[in-house]
């Protein structure tokens, strides 16, 4: 049968049918690699964290979160307020540099302008101020960090001013000295 003897529409048709029949009937094979891959993975992040014992013996000490502080009654320009020793100790795997302030608001009283808080340790440095700017802005000890495993040992003193204004009988409000410990160099 010859397609010249059907109508010019149903040629049409035939040949559109015979071309889609033809393109449905070829594929493309699509080329694919071998699969790599970077792993395995296994990451843990490092850790800061900061322990304090009481005394001066940081090898033996008893390292825990808080140790006690000062308590002074009566307290003059001629009071004799005994230290407190005491380590601070790097339990972490990270070094640290070492910040420490008074969270408690002790503004309150026109003492804390006048009793000092001065703490010395023997390899991150000594600060040394008013109770009322440790509330404030704080003080961070910048001669070394204390280093992952490291303990460093501190002696804390306190002292009123012999220029403390007030006739006594103040109440400080309870207050902590507090430390904690901020990873050093984060981005070497």
């Known amino acids: 049968m010859r397609i010249s ?12 049918g015979v071309t889609a029949g033809l393109v449905t009937g070829v594929t493309f094979a699509a080329l694919q690699s071998n699969a790599v891959a970077i792993g395995p993975n296994d990451i843990t992040t490092g850790s800061a964290s900061l322990a304090i014992a009481a005394g001066s013996n940081c090898e033996t000490g008893e390292y825990g979160e808080q140790i006690d502080g000062f308590t002074v009654n009566n307290m003059t ?18 070094a640290l540099g070492i910040f420490g302030w008074i969270p408690e608001n002790v503004t309150t009283v026109t003492a804390s302008g006048y ?12 600060q040394s101020g008013t109770l009322n700017t440790w509330f404030a802005a704080g003080k961070t000890f910048t001669d070394n960090p204390l280093n992952p495993g490291e303990a460093v ?13 007030g006739s006594g009988g103040e109440i400080v409000p309870q207050f902590n ?3 904690v410990g901020n990873e050093t160099n984060p981005h070497v």
Not at 115 to 126: D, R
Not at 153 to 165: F, H, M, R, V
């Open 177 to 179: 000295i507090k430390f």
């Open 153 to 165: 040992g501190c002696t804390a003193d306190l002292s009123l001013s012999n220029t403390y204004p």
């Open 115 to 126: 009793i000092t808080i001065s703490v010395s340790c023997t390899t991150i440095g000594n």
């Open 5 to 16: 003897k059907f109508s010019p529409i149903a040629r049409a048709v035939a040949v559109i």
């Open 77 to 94: 320009s001629s009071t004799d307020v005994p230290s407190i020793d005491f380590c601070l100790k790097n339990t972490g795997d990270v």
